[in-house]
């Protein structure tokens, strides 16, 4: 995709569905180049590193309405500072996890917005819950009445086939329909964070609420 970060974001929303929302992945990407996609019209900003995106926050305070999304993997060492940061945690990928970001939003009075991440196909290389552990967890996860747990988050494995990758979001689907079937007080699942530069495309074919896109917008140093 050419032209500037304006006119690529002006591209990519002429084939995003008006109910799906853009998080522009901000991972390595200057204040300014932020800056430039905030003037487009983004408000949705996505960061792997709780350490990185704190310094760009800093300079961005004067941009209040941004929302800022945690897309990578969270230490629970971090977690404090995590939630003091980041409206959403679409990374949220295991139990343990789970259960101390509920004890300290406790701790510090906010509600955070929360992804599950799954592992819809075996992968060394990422976290995420497996179908069978997150089924498992579910009764545990649903006592975490701080967390305001939303939805499903998945990434799939590299080097597989287009068909292949529609199958990982539909299954990610499937399995946010089956929990939300199951009538639980905590466990929404109305969001589907799924879907990257490279197949956001199948994933809204799949059903996608959300999409994190970087180096589609931004350069390669975006993803």
């Keep these: 995709m050419t ?3 304006t006119e690529r974001i002006a591209q990519i929303r ?3 569905p008006p109910d799906v929302r853009l998080i522009a992945v901000t991972k390595r990407v200057s204040v300014e180049a932020i800056r430039e996609a905030y003037q487009a019209g983004v408000r949705d900003f996505g960061e792997s590193q709780v350490q990185e995106a704190a310094a760009k926050q800093d300079e961005l305070q004067d941009l209040p309405d941004i929302t800022w999304h945690l897309i990578g993997h969270l230490q629970s060492n971090k977690a404090k500072k995590a939630l003091t940061q980041f409206q959403w945690i679409h990374s949220c ?3 343990k996890l789970a259960q101390r970001l509920n004890q300290l939003a406790c701790e510090l009075a906010v509600s955070p917005q929360i ?7 075996p992968d060394p290389h990422k976290y995420g819950w497996t179908i069978p552990e997150l089924l498992e967890a579910l009764p545990e996860l649903d006592q975490c009445k701080a967390l305001q747990i939303q ?8 080097g ?3 068909q292949e990758t529609l199958g990982v979001f539909e299954r990610t689907r499937d399995l946010a329909n089956e ?4 009538n639980w007080s905590n466990l929404r699942m109305h969001q589907l964070s799924m879907g990257m530069s490279e197949d956001y495309a199948l994933a809204i074919q799949a059903g996608a ?4 896109l970087g180096r589609i917008i931004f350069g390669e140093r975006g993803d």
């Design 3 to 5: 032209g500037s970060i």
């Design 14 to 16: 002429q084939q995003l």
């Design 209 to 212: 609420t959300m999409v994190r």
């Design 93 to 95: 990928d295991s139990l």
């Design 160 to 162: 597989l086939s287009r």
């Design 151 to 158: 939805g499903l988050m998945t990434i799939p494995p590299l």
């Design 179 to 182: 929990i939300g079937q199951q």
């Design 115 to 121: 992804c599950l991440q799954v592992k819809i196909m």
